[in-house]
């Protein structure tokens, strides 16, 4: 499966950014899918997730501004992303949950305050 994320961008803290995710190969909507996110000096994190069967999870600090959510039909997961705040700056990467798919270029995402 190759997956690739755009979306991304420059917004001011308390503003918001729909980031998307194309898939392409194996069957869709067999799959889980995950939302992450790196900066530099750290490792990458998982951010949220949506499971073939539309149950999600999301990390503490992202509950109540962040949701995932699958379109089956255009083979792409979305992350809408609400009330930015700067430490939400990072590259941000879809892939497979749990991984086990190669990762992409990412999208960039930078809040400034």
């Known amino acids: 499966v190759q997956l690739q994320a755009s979306g991304g961008g420059l917004v001011q803290a308390g503003g918001s950014l729909r980031l998307s995710c194309v898939a392409s190969?194996?069957?869709?909507?067999?799959?889980?899918l995950g939302w992450y996110r790196q900066t530099p000096g750290k490792q990458r994190e998982y951010v949220a997730s949506?499971?073939?069967?539309?149950?999600?999870n999301y990390i503490d600090s992202v509950k109540g501004r962040f949701a995932i959510s699958r379109d089956n039909i255009e083979n792409t997961v979305y992350l809408q992303m609400n009330s930015l705040k700067p430490d939400d700056t990072a590259v941000y990467y879809c892939?497979?949950?749990?991984?086990?798919?190669?990762w992409g270029q990412g999208t960039e995402v930078t809040v400034s305050s």
């Open positions: 892939n497979t949950r749990p991984v086990w798919s190669d």
């Open positions: 190969g194996g069957i869709f909507s067999t799959y889980g």
């Open positions: 949506i499971s073939s069967g539309g149950i999600v």
